[in-house]
């Protein structure tokens, strides 16, 4: 079965200091691979997706991520921390091997603090 | 245009009580999603309607859940009757074709607290 795996369930950053949230994903076929990030008592909201167009994908935000098959990482960057980046962040495949759905497989996700 | 709509936002029940969720997609969009999301952990996927039929239903407890998607628009999720380890948020998401690729759109999601 599909897998992701985030590793640091928190990540704390300095305000205007570079973010980097980790993914790696298990699948021996090409994935769909998404970000989602949730704000406190709302719902999840894409930030970014890989769908095989482009290694280095650009999201909402000023959030990109590049996919790296050799190393199944689909990481997710920032340069310069705001206040407002503080939520918690999900990693997310598409299950492959599911013959009948297309549901999200997600990572148990990372909680991202923002200093000033 | 409108996004995906919950309601309840927030419940609170004794266990062994029933209780149910709805949910209405974005406009058009054919693939309606019901996920569970435990305190800590990412969600996960419960039902996956697409228009008014059942796609993939493999990991809903169903002694205990339902649900169901009338006129391929809303739907509501069930629990009857419910215990201790169903507190979580319940999110509904919609895409509009249900493809592998496509974007899930979620809602805000129901608090079910069970005491």
């Known amino acids: 079965a599909q897998s992701v795996t985030q590793l640091g369930s928190h990540v704390s950053v300095s305000e205007g200091a570079l973010v980097l949230l980790r993914c790696n994903y298990s699948?021996?076929?090409?994935?769909?691979l998404f970000w989602y990030v949730q704000y406190p008592n709302q719902g999840l909201q894409l930030l970014l997706k890989y769908t095989s167009a482009a290694t280095l994908v650009k999201g909402i935000n000023g959030f990109e991520a590049e996919f790296k098959k050799s190393e199944t990482s689909f990481h997710l960057t920032k340069p310069s921390a705001h206040m407002s980046d503080a939520a918690e962040y999900f990693c997310?495949?598409?299950?492959?091997?599911?013959?009948?759905?297309?549901?999200?497989?997600f990572g148990k996700g990372t909680t991202l603090s923002v200093s000033s | 245009e409108a996004g995906v709509a919950q309601s309840p936002r927030y419940k609170i029940i004794e266990k062994r009580q029933s209780v149910a969720f709805w949910c209405n997609p974005i406009s058009g969009h054919a693939t309606l999603y019901w996920y569970q999301q435990i305190l800590g952990q990412g969600p996960k996927l419960l039902i996956q309607?697409?228009?008014?039929?059942?796609?993939?239903d493999s990991q809903l407890p169903k002694d205990r859940f339902s649900a169901e998607r009338l006129k391929g628009v809303d739907s509501t999720l069930k629990i009857q009757p419910a215990k201790l380890e169903d507190s979580a948020v319940y999110l509904c998401?919609?895409?509009?074709?249900?493809?592998?690729?496509?974007?899930?759109?979620f809602g805000p999601g129901t608090r079910l607290t069970v005491l």
């Open positions: 309607f697409q228009n008014n039929g059942v796609v993939d």
């Open positions: 699948s021996s076929v090409p994935p769909y």
């Open positions: 997310a495949v598409t299950d492959a091997f599911n013959q009948a759905g297309t549901a999200l497989i």
């Open positions: 998401a919609s895409s509009f074709v249900g493809g592998r690729e496509d974007t899930q759109y």
